[in-house]
T-cell receptor, first 113, second 113 residues
Framework: DTGVSQDPRHKITKRGQNVTFRCDPI?????LYWYRQTLGQGPEFLTY????????KSRLLSDRFSAERPKGSFSTLEIQRTEQGDSAMYLC???????????FGSGTQLSVL | GESVGLHLPTLSVQEGDNSIINCAYS??????FIWYKQESGKGPQFIID?????DKRQGQRVTVLLNKTVKHLSLQIAATQPGDSAVYFC????????????FGTGTRLTVIP
């Protein structure tokens, strides 16, 4: 499978714990995006990378959230001191620089108890 | 900020009929509009896009119409099949070059066999 891969698919954690998600984009895509989606809503942009550089962050991305893409390939999204309001589907997408369409992974469903 | 919304949250059609899903947008500066399909438990899947200087674009069984005068976008699916049942999102791209997409709430399409 050469699509966008996300791990884990599901994560259940207790409030206050830290969690980390991983995204492996399509190999030739230099842009990588993180989105968050809650039930019944469309995905909301969080942040994006071009190669290893994080070029934009949404106001939704509080100080408890940090994303990295150290070698310009896979990316991680960490949430520290999770809150119940963090419960959502976290989607990763990738694209070529000049491409309009984003290719999404299947997401990581986070539940904070 | 941008606002992308949908007229109807749900749509039911008979198998074989044509489906029309509508979307309203508010940002005149968006350069591309994109339709995504999202099946349960999966990430959004790119269907078709249209540049802001076009009125119509056709794909395989799908047609997107753009009316910039009233800021309205529609997705037409011909000969709807059970496999078309999903949530459909319209999204608009800002022109900053980041390729970020802003999604609407979505319309759930149910195809009745």
């Amino acid at each position: 499978d050469t699509g966008v891969s996300q791990d884990p698919r599901h994560k259940i954690t207790k409030r206050g714990q830290n969690v980390t998600f991983r995204c492996d984009p399509i190999s030739e895509h230099n842009r990588l995006y993180w989105y968050r989606q809650t039930l019944g809503q469309g995905p909301e942009f969080l942040t994006y990378f071009q190669n290893e550089a994080q070029l934009e962050k949404s106001r939704l991305l509080s100080d408890r959230f940090s994303a990295e893409r150290p070698k310009g390939s896979f990316s991680t999204l960490e949430i520290q001191r999770t809150e119940q309001g963090d419960s959502a589907m976290y989607l990763c997408a990738s694209s070529r620089q000049a491409s309009v369409g984003l290719f999404f992974g299947s997401g990581t469903q986070l539940s904070v108890l | 900020g941008e606002s992308v919304g949908l007229h109807l949250p749900t749509l039911s059609v008979q198998e074989g009929d044509n489906s029309i899903i509508n979307c309203a947008y508010s940002n005149s500066a968006s350069d591309y509009f994109i339709w995504y399909k999202q099946e349960s438990g999966k990430g959004p899947q790119f269907i078709i896009d249209i540049r802001s200087n076009m009125d119509k674009r056709q794909g395989q069984r799908v047609t997107v119409l753009l009316n910039k005068t009233v800021k309205h976008l529609s997705l037409q699916i011909a000969a709807t099949q059970p496999g078309d049942s999903a949530v459909y999102f319209c999204a608009e791209r800002d022109q900053t070059g980041a390729n970020n997409l802003f999604f609407g709430t979505g319309t759930r399409l149910t195809v009745i066999p």
